[in-house]
C-alpha cells in the first residue's frame, strides 16, 4: 500500500518556468513532509522540509505548500533551471525517523 | 570527507550467492538505515538501527540481515541472492528525529 501518492511521475519545463509536484497521504499521524533530491549515479538528499503546523516554507526558489484539511503537499520550484533537473521524492515521516516516500517525479528541464 | 560511505559501489553475482554491503557514517549519528530502491525508481525502508538496536524490520525476508558492528557501521548481509533482489540499495543515518543523510549507493545485479 502506498502510504504518500506523488505526481506527476514526469515533468518538463522550461528555463524559467515553475515546477509543480503534488503528493497526498492519509495517515494524519504522519509529522513531517521532506522534500529529497535525486541526481543521477547519486543518493537522494534533503531539499526543504516542512512541519504539519505551518501552511508554508520557502528556501530560495523551492516552496512547499502545505494544505493539512486536504492532507496534501506540493513543491514549488521558481524560475526552475537545468540544474534542477533530477528525480524529486516527496515523503511523510511517521514516529520518529520512520519515512515513507513518494514513487518519484522526473524532472527535465530544457533550456 | 564523505559523509556516509558505501561499499561497493557496484555488485555482480549469480543466483544463490551470498553478498556482503558495508555501510560507513562519520557523522556522530545514532541511527541508520537501509532503504532498497527498485528499477521504478521506488524507495522503501528495509531497516533501520538505533544505538546497534534493530527498530524497524519492513516485512523484508529474513534472507537480509542487518549487521551493526558499532554506532557507525551498519552492514547488510545477503543470503541466498534471487533475481528479484537486484536493485539500488542505500545506506543513510540520521539523528533521532533529525534530516536522514544517504550514501552514494550500490547497485546490485544478480544474474
Known amino acids: 500500500q502506498q502510504q504518500v501518492k506523488q505526481s506527476p511521475q514526469s515533468l518538463i519545463v522550461q528555463k524559467g518556468g515553475i515546477s509543480i509536484i503534488n503528493c497526498a497521504y492519509e495517515n494524519t499521524a504522519f509529522d513531517y513532509f521532506p522534500w529529497y533530491q535525486q541526481f543521477p549515479g547519486k543518493g537522494p538528499a534533503l531539499l526543504i522540509a516542512i512541519r504539519p503546523d505551518v501552511s508554508e516554507k520557502k528556501e530560495g526558489r523551492f516552496t512547499i505548500s502545505f494544505n493539512k484539511s486536504a492532507k496534501q503537499f506540493s513543491l514549488h520550484i521558481m524560475d526552475s533551471q537545468p540544474g534542477d533537473s533530477a528525480t524529486y521524492f516527496c515523503a511523510a515521516n511517521l514516529e520518529g525517523n520512520n519515512l515513507f516516500f513518494g514513487t518519484g517525479t522526473r524532472l527535465t528541464v530544457i533550456p | 570527507d564523505t559523509a556516509v560511505s558505501q561499499t561497493p559501489k557496484y555488485l555482480v553475482t549469480q543466483m544463490g550467492n551470498d553478498k556482503s554491503i558495508k555501510c560507513e557514517q562519520n557523522l556522530g549519528h545514532d541511527t541508520m538505515y537501509w532503504y532498497k530502491q527498485d528499477s521504478k525508481k521506488f524507495l522503501k525502508i528495509m531497516f533501520s538501527y538505533n544505538n546497534k538496536e534493530l527498530i524497524i524490520n519492513e516485512t523484508v525476508p529474513n534472507r537480509f540481515s542487518p549487521k551493526s558492528p558499532d554506532k557507525a557501521h551498519l552492514n547488510l548481509h545477503i543470503n541466498s541472492l534471487e533475481l528479484g533482489d537486484s536493485a539500488v540499495y542505500f545506506c543513510?543515518?540520521?539523528?533521532?528525529?533529525?534530516?536522514?543523510?544517504f550514501g552514494p549507493g550500490t547497485r546490485l545485479t544478480v544474474l
Open positions: 543513510a543515518s540520521s539523528l533521532p528525529f533529525g534530516e536522514q543523510f
